[in-house]
């Protein structure tokens, strides 16, 4: 397993900045830790190497938590990064924002914002039936799904309505445009999932070879 570098934050929302060229840029600014390291997981004691990190202040922990986060902020999320280099970590370590570089390509997860039961023409962008021909009433129906008689019933993984959104995204090779250290502030170019305010984890790309290759044939 690859070294995985991660750090969790908080969606702030869009903006724009300007380079060094004049190009006007449009980026997300994410507020990037202090994150604490928490647990640190090995092959020995746990069957698998990762470390534990926690993000965020809360007001009251139970008994348990108070426990394992003795010594540590009272923090509100924990999450596990996998990693080989474990031996690198110790409890109560401090990761923030200058993990990262300008000009770095990072791999961002979040919740990506719910839409509630929606149709498959919004869902799965289906074409939709035609208007003419008595099929006034068929625009944005999903049609037939049937097998006819063999195997008689509807296949699994049907598309077709339900709930749209409200799931876990990764958004890949984003590049970091600007990193504020004293400010916390993480700002990479594009859209990244979720709401304002969202819990989002970024990390070092995993596919920056596979990126590099197609800009450089786009260029």
Same mark, same amino acid.
């Given at each position: 397993?690859?070294k995985?570098? /991660?750090?969790?934050?908080?969606?702030?929302?869009?903006t724009?900045?300007?380079?060094?060229?004049?190009?006007? !840029?449009? !980026?997300?600014?994410?507020?990037?830790?202090?994150?604490?390291?928490?647990q640190?997981?090995?092959?020995?004691?746990d069957?698998?190497?990762?470390?534990?990190?926690?993000?965020g202040?809360?007001?009251?922990?139970?008994?348990?938590?108070?426990?394992?986060?003795k010594?540590?902020?009272?923090?509100? *999320?924990?999450?596990? !990064?996998?990693?080989?280099?474990?031996?690198?970590?110790?409890?109560?370590?401090?990761?923030?924002?200058?993990l990262?570089?300008a000009?770095?390509?990072?791999?961002?997860?979040?919740?990506?914002?719910?839409?509630?039961? /929606?149709?498959?023409?919004?869902?799965?962008?289906?074409?939709?039936?035609?208007?003419?021909?008595?099929?006034?009433d068929?625009?944005?129906?999903?049609?037939?799904?049937?097998?006819t008689?063999?195997?008689?019933?509807?296949?699994?993984?049907?598309?077709?309505?339900?709930?749209?959104?409200?799931?876990?995204?990764?958004?890949?090779?984003?590049?970091v445009?600007?990193?504020?250290?004293?400010?916390?502030?993480?700002?990479?170019?594009?859209s *990244?999932?979720g709401?304002?305010?969202?819990?989002?984890?970024i990390?070092?790309?995993?596919?920056?070879?596979?990126?590099?290759?197609k800009?450089?044939?786009?260029?």
């Amino acid at each position: 397993m690859a070294k995985r570098q /991660a750090i969790l934050g908080r969606k702030i929302g869009m903006t724009q900045i300007f380079t060094e060229t004049g190009e006007v !840029v449009p !980026v997300t600014v994410i507020e990037a830790g202090p994150c604490y390291v928490t647990q640190v997981k090995t092959m020995q004691s746990d069957g698998y190497n990762a470390i534990q990190i926690g993000f965020g202040r809360q007001r009251r922990l139970n008994k348990p938590e108070r426990g394992h986060l003795k010594d540590l902020p009272p923090l509100r *999320v924990l999450r596990e !990064v996998r990693t080989d280099d474990v031996d690198q970590y110790q409890v109560g370590q401090t990761i923030d924002v200058s993990l990262f570089a300008a000009g770095d390509l990072v791999d961002i997860t979040g919740t990506s914002k719910g839409s509630g039961f /929606a149709g498959a023409v919004k869902r799965h962008h289906f074409r939709g039936g035609p208007k003419t021909h008595g099929q006034s009433d068929r625009l944005r129906a999903v049609g037939a799904i049937g097998a006819t008689s063999t195997p008689g019933r509807v296949l699994k993984g049907m598309r077709g309505p339900g709930q749209m959104g409200n799931e876990r995204v990764t958004t890949h090779n984003l590049a970091v445009e600007l990193v504020d250290p004293d400010r916390n502030l993480l700002a990479v170019r594009g859209s *990244v999932p979720g709401t304002k305010g969202g819990l989002v984890m970024i990390k070092k790309a995993t596919k920056t070879s596979e990126a590099r290759k197609k800009s450089n044939l786009a260029g």
